[in-house]
Antibody, heavy 121, light 107 residues
Framework: EVHLVESGGGLVRPGGSLRLSCAAS????????MHWVRQAPGKGLVWVSH????????NYADSVKGRFTISRDNARNTVYLQMNSLRADDTAMYYC??????????????WGQGTLVTVSS | EIVLTQSPGTLSLSPGERATLSCRAS???????LAWYQQKPGQAPRVLIY???SRATGTPDRFSGSGSGTDFTLTISRLEPEDFAVYYC????????FGGGTKVEIQ
């Protein structure tokens, strides 16, 4: 069974940093692209970043570009999101998700339960 | 950048009724890259429909997706109590875009 477990969230002051982790199990992690998606309290889903299966290709939403860095360790079956220069509007639940591997249909077929990041002084 | 607009924002219906949710893209998109997700309070989203019309594993057959070009629809033929939730459409290109969501609530 596929499991994605996020950790690393918490309360941080504006301008601070956090590193989120997403530990994967139940599948061959190195075969899959991975994504981070966030959801501010009471709001909709917003894509944050993705990384391809070997970690070479990454992409970011404009709102986090230059502040967030996605990476992965295929030996540890873990994807990370390093978040720097955090702002109040980064407050959200952060989900990691796995992309369905087919190039024909592109969607997120498994999601973690999320980790909450709160940016506040 | 493609924008997905979902309507209505809220749909108030009773169990047993039919729900029709709309997702409109700002430009024509490939149906293969259009998916629908369901999210219940306190839970992560889960995929219902991919490729605009294919049901994901575990999706009941009362859920169906249709559409092409710029207009896509998620239909729930007869609402069950567990179907009251928020639904999002999603398009995947070089990045990933979600619609703003439609909340299906009990009338």
């Amino acid at each position: 069974e596929v499991h994605l477990v996020e950790s690393g969230g918490g309360l941080v002051r504006p301008g601070g940093s956090l590193r989120l982790s997403c530990a994967a199990s139940g599948f061959t992690f190195s075969d899959y692209w991975m994504h981070w998606v966030r959801q501010a309290p009471g709001k909709g889903l917003v894509w944050v970043s993705h990384i391809n299966n070997d970690g070479i290709t990454t992409n970011y939403a404009d709102s986090v570009k230059g502040r967030f860095t996605i990476s992965r360790d295929n030996a540890r079956n873990t994807v990370y999101l390093q978040m720097n220069s955090l702002r109040a509007d980064d407050t959200a639940m952060y989900y990691c998700a796995r992309r369905f591997p087919s190039g024909i249909h592109l969607y997120l077929d498994s999601w973690g339960q999320g980790t909450l990041v709160t940016v506040s002084s | 950048e493609i924008v997905l607009t979902q309507s209505p924002g809220t749909l108030s219906l009773s169990p047993g009724e039919r729900a029709t949710l709309s997702c409109r893209a700002s430009q024509s998109i490939t149906s293969n890259y259009l998916a629908w997700y369901q999210q219940k309070p306190g839970q992560a989203p889960r995929v219902l429909i991919y490729g605009a019309s294919s049901r994901a594993t575990g999706t009941p057959d009362r859920f169906s997706g249709s559409g092409s070009g710029t207009d896509f629809t998620l239909t729930i033929s007869r609402l069950e109590p567990e179907d009251f939730a928020v639904y999002y459409c999603q398009h995947y290109d070089t990045s990933l875009t979600f619609g703003g969501g439609t909340k299906v609530e009990i009338q």
